[in-house]
Nanobody, 123 residues
Framework: QVQLIESGGGLVQAGDSLRLSCTGS????????LAWFHQTPVKDREFVAG????????NYADSVKGRFTISRDNAKNTVYLQMNSLKPEDKGIYYC????????????????WGQGTQVTVSS
């Protein structure tokens, strides 16, 4: 059973950048698609970005296209989310997830979740 541990969240100002990391332990993530989801007190968990097992296919929510970049380092069993030009509406808890070999926007497609990392963006 794999465990996912996120890190990198914090408090930043609008326009700043953050890089989130999510590292798996217990087994390799090399055969999994990996994704990031975003949740706020008023919104259910929503898809932000996904990457397939090989790292050659990615997908983004429209709200983050051009600002966020998902990448993975299979040697480190880690997925990243580079977040640039952060906006106040980006604040919330970010969860990483592991699932089928090809990314999906559906929460139900993922079998393993991290505990989340908080991102706060002040205006």
């Amino acid at each position: 059973q794999v465990q996912l541990i996120e890190s990198g969240g914090g408090l930043v100002q609008a326009g700043d950048s953050l890089r989130l990391s999510c590292t798996g332990s217990g087994r390799t993530l090399n055969n999994d698609a990996l994704a990031w989801f975003h949740q706020t007190p008023v919104k259910d968990r929503e898809f932000v970005a996904g990457i397939n097992w090989k790292g050659d296919s990615t997908n983004y929510a429209d709200s983050v296209k051009g600002r966020f970049t998902i990448s993975r380092d299979n040697a480190k069993n880690t997925v990243y989310l580079q977040m640039n030009s952060l906006k106040p509406e980006d604040k919330g808890i970010y969860y990483c997830a592991a699932g089928p070999t090809v990314w999906s926007r559906a929460v139900t497609a993922y079998h393993t979740w991290g505990q989340g990392t908080q991102v706060t963006v002040s205006s």
